[in-house]
C-alpha cells in the first residue's frame, strides 16, 4: 500500500461505522429494539428470581442492551412511523412529546444504573442488590421519575429494575396502543 493510505482507509472505516445506517424502515427497527430490550428485562428478572443464575456480566451485558437502546434512540424510533397501520404507537406521543422523551431518558438512566451495579457487584448476587420485604418502592405505574445517579447508586438493584419497569408500564399505558 502507499504509504499514509491504511491510516486514512482506517479511519474512514471507524467514521463510517459511526454512522447510523439509513433506516428503511422505522416500525421494524423500533419494533427489534423494543423486542430486545424486552429480552434483556427478562434475563435481568430471571437472576433477580433466581439469584444463584446471577452474572455480572450478563446481568451488565442486559442493562447495557437496555441503555443502548433508550434515551434519544428510542426517542428517535418514534419521530415518525406513528400513523403508520403497523405501529402500536398512539398520536399522542406527538402532542405530549416532552413526556415521552423524559420517560426514554428515565428508561435509560435505569439501564445505567443496573449496568452501574452489575460492575459492582462481579460476585454472587448480594443481599443489598436485592429489595427486602416491606421496602417502600416509591414512583408508581404513573409516576416514575429519575432522581440523580448518586441517588439511583443508593438503591438496591431490584428496586431500580422495578422503576425502570415502571417507566416501561407507564410508557406502554400511556402511548401504546392495544391490539
Do not use: W
Not at 412529546?97 to 428508561?107: C, G, H, I, S, V
Not at 427486602?132 to 421519575?145: D, K, Q, S, V
Amino acid at each position: 500500500m502507499i504509504s499514509g493510505v491504511a491510516p486514512i482507509f482506517g479511519a474512514i472505516i471507524a467514521v463510517s461505522s459511526l454512522v447510523a445506517p439509513a433506516r428503511a424502515d422505522i416500525i421494524s427497527d423500533r419494533q427489534a429494539d423494543m423486542k430486545a430490550m424486552a429480552a434483556a428485562a427478562k434475563t435481568m428478572a430471571e437472576m433477580f428470581r433466581n439469584p444463584d443464575a446471577y452474572s455480572s456480566m450478563e446481568f451488565g451485558a442486559a442493562a447495557g442492551a437496555i441503555a443502548e437502546r433508550s434515551g434519544e434512540i428510542l426517542a428517535g424510533h418514534f419521530t415518525d412511523g406513528v400513523e403508520d397501520a403497523r405501529s402500536k404507537a398512539k398520536p399522542d406521543i406527538a402532542e405530549e412529546r416532552d413526556r415521552f422523551d423524559r420517560l426514554a431518558e428515565d428508561l435509560r438512566a435505569y439501564a445505567r444504573a443496573l449496568d452501574a451495579q452489575a460492575q459492582a457487584n462481579p460476585g454472587a448476587m448480594t443481599d443489598r442488590m436485592r429489595m427486602r420485604p416491606g421496602e417502600p418502592m416509591g414512583g408508581g405505574p404513573l409516576g416514575t421519575h429519575v432522581t440523580n445517579a448518586a441517588s439511583l447508586s443508593s438503591l438496591p438493584a431490584g428496586h431500580i429494575f422495578h422503576l425502570m419497569l415502571q417507566t416501561c408500564t407507564t410508557c406502554h399505558a400511556r402511548f401504546r396502543m392495544e391490539r
